[in-house]
């Protein structure tokens, strides 16, 4: 599901902006949503505000906490089902942090990772990536989200920049703690840049051990069958990407258009 239909929902209602506005805000910051800075009966209009609490009941059904699984590092991976019975894997991550994902299954098919065994399975609407946000909001104070849980997030573009977009403005988090993570689509790098929001970027370098460049690409390809970003050498930022090509896994961590830094990261999650 995604974000349009519940504006459409709120609209049909006699929703102006302001009342839209106001139940998006407290939706995305966990709050209720009659949840305004006035009196709820006197801010909505009697339609709008009696359908809230029906509203509130189907958004809740977009993501539910079948189990949690805490970690002894202050995470927590909670295995969510989707109102279609589907499954995926959000993690509550130390110093208010989330880990969502975008996909149900995922068409890359990196060969450590238990999510691309399965293949694409489903999109993640844009109101479901919400949900999962919702769902850790509700738990903890939350200043970061990362789009870093199952699927590849430039595989589903549309949906996650509506996400983006909603969190980074009526969800009152900060555009550089939005971190989009991709295995290095060519399409994210002319997207994000044009967005209202610009998240940061995480990009996968993924070479298992010290090597050179040319040796990455080529255990790259082998570690990521359907990465479509090939040149390393190619790429546009500054030669610290390159120079970062060591450890385990990596990731650029960098923003789409300036400062762009480099940082180690782990792998994106694996499905439970
Ligand atoms: S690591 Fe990420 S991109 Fe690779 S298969 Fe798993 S979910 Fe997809």
Not at 148 to 169: C, K, Q, R, S
Request: positive net charge; hydrophobic residues 40%.
């Amino acid at each position: 599901m995604q974000i349009e239909p519940i504006r459409q929902r709120l609209r049909a209602l006699g929703a102006k902006p302001a009342h839209e506005q106001a139940v998006l805000k407290a939706w995305t910051r966990g709050w209720s949503l009659d949840h305004c800075h006035r009196d709820p009966t006197q801010f909505f209009p009697a339609a709008v505000r009696l359908a809230l609490p029906e509203l509130a009941e189907d958004l809740a059904n977009l993501a539910r906490v079948q189990s949690e699984h805490p970690s002894a590092d202050g995470s927590a991976r909670l295995l969510v089902t989707l109102r279609d019975g589907q499954a995926v894997e959000t993690v509550r991550l130390p110093r208010d942090g989330v880990c969502v994902s975008t996909q149900v299954g995922c068409a890359v098919g990196c060969v450590f990772c238990m999510t691309g065994r399965s293949g694409l399975l489903r999109q993640v609407g844009s109101a479901e990536i919400i949900a999962q946000v919702v769902l850790a909001r509700q738990q903890q104070t939350l200043r970061r989200v990362v789009f870093m849980g199952m699927g590849e997030p430039a595989h589903n573009l549309d949906n996650v920049m509506d996400a983006i977009e909603l969190l980074g403005t009526l969800g009152d988090i900060g555009h550089k703690n939005l971190v989009f993570s991709t295995v290095g689509d060519p399409r994210v790098f002319e997207r994000l840049p044009r967005g209202p929001v610009k998240p940061a970027l995480a990009l996968s370098l993924h070479p298992p051990v010290p090597t050179c460049v040319s040796h990455c690409f080529r255990v790259r390809r082998e570690l990521i069958p359907l990465s479509s970003w090939k040149p390393v050498s190619g790429m546009r930022g500054p030669p610290a990407i390159r120079s970062s090509i060591s450890g385990p896994c990596s990731k650029a961590s960098t923003t789409p258009t300036k400062n762009w830094r480099v940082s180690k990261r782990c792998s994106p999650a694996s499905t439970p």
